[in-house]
């Protein structure tokens, strides 16, 4: 045997002994283990994730979570009623870039289980009642084309004519370029359904999740918030960090479009732990439609504190 033959046998060897040895998605998705990309804490137990709302209980990173898990946590298990939108028509344009948009489109779903990005359900924390739309970031980096802007169009529309509160936890890439200018103009048609919200007096509720919110998301419809809370550490930006700083031609922050960062520069109004938000955001509807409940009779200094400040961004 020479030598070249011997060195591709070793080489297969390898690749069946080790590399094969690596879990493949279907082992990961059946194992109770998940890897954290987080921080060095290694694998975890998925059910201590589940119990910690999947955020690390090491470094207290916030795991992207969907939208049906994120109502099972807000209002309970299956405590809430979805809304069914009637979808618009698929692909508008026949896109086809790497691979035919409708192909894109199909393995989202089947992904996902959802027929667009937005979800959206009416719900009650305690007597308030709210329509709340949230945005899955795994079908297709949650990005708004037709069918999510009809999607949220009838949730507002449904919160109009219930009226009650519309909430939008938002987790968006931004406007989806297969569907080219049809998606840009679901920023005006957002912001005009929006100000409908705001001539019948009903509150407007942002909660920026994890992993992100960018691009025409920011410059159009979560903008538009009479309130905007994030969970802790996601990023809030337009541009990318690095097309920002090619453009300014300047060293940025390191902190730079990080909820935080954000919140200090005025354009959030509080940062909110996840096992929080339910109560969050059931304290901010209460003072948002003067309801005048336990809200306003506590007396702990946070609550204070957060509603001097939720009070003054209201105004
Ligand atoms: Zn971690």
Not at 56 to 70: A, D, L
Not at 145 to 151: L, P
Not at 236 to 241: L, P, T, V
Request: hydrophobic share 40%; charged share 25%.
């Amino acid at each position: 045997m020479n030598w070249i033959l011997k060195l591709k046998r070793f080489g297969e060897s390898i690749k069946k002994n080790v590399l094969k040895k690596f879990p493949s998605k279907d082992d990961q998705d059946n194992s109770q283990w998940t890897p954290l990309n987080c921080c060095n804490s290694g694998p975890t137990l998925k059910s201590d994730l589940e119990e910690h709302l999947f955020v690390c209980p090491n470094c207290k990173f916030n795991h992207t979570i969907n939208p049906k898990t994120r109502f099972d946590m807000m209002f309970g298990e299956n405590n809430w009623e979805e809304i069914n939108c009637p979808l618009p028509p698929d692909n508008p344009l026949n896109f086809v870039d790497s691979k035919p948009y409708s192909d894109r489109l199909k393995s989202a779903r089947k992904k996902t289980g959802q027929d667009c990005a937005v979800l959206s359900c009416v719900a009650k924390i305690n007597e308030v009642q709210m329509v709340v739309s949230a945005l899955n970031f795994d079908f297709m980096g949650a990005s708004i084309a037709t069918s999510e802007c009809e999607s949220l169009i009838f949730a507002i529309q449904t919160a109009i004519n219930k009226k009650c509160s519309f909430v939008l936890a938002s987790a968006s890439g931004g406007m989806r370029m297969q569907e080219g200018i049809l998606s840009l103009q679901s920023m005006a048609k957002l912001t005009i359904a929006i100000n409908e919200l705001k001539k019948n007096n009903l509150p407007f509720v942002v909660l920026y999740c994890a992993p992100a919110t960018a691009g025409g998301t920011t410059a159009s419809i979560t903008s538009l918030s009479d309130i905007a809370m994030a969970e802790e550490g996601v990023t809030i930006a337009f541009s990318g960090k690095r097309v920002v700083a090619a453009t300014v031609r300047e060293q940025l922050d390191e902190n730079i479009q990080r909820s935080d960062w954000v919140l200090d520069k005025g354009f959030l109004d509080l940062e909110v732990e996840r096992k929080d938000i339910p109560n969050k955001l059931y304290k901010i509807l209460s003072i948002l439609l003067k309801l005048g409940t336990e809200a306003n009779k506590e007396n702990n200094d946070e609550t204070s504190e957060n509603i001097v400040q939720i009070t003054k961004a209201a105004s």
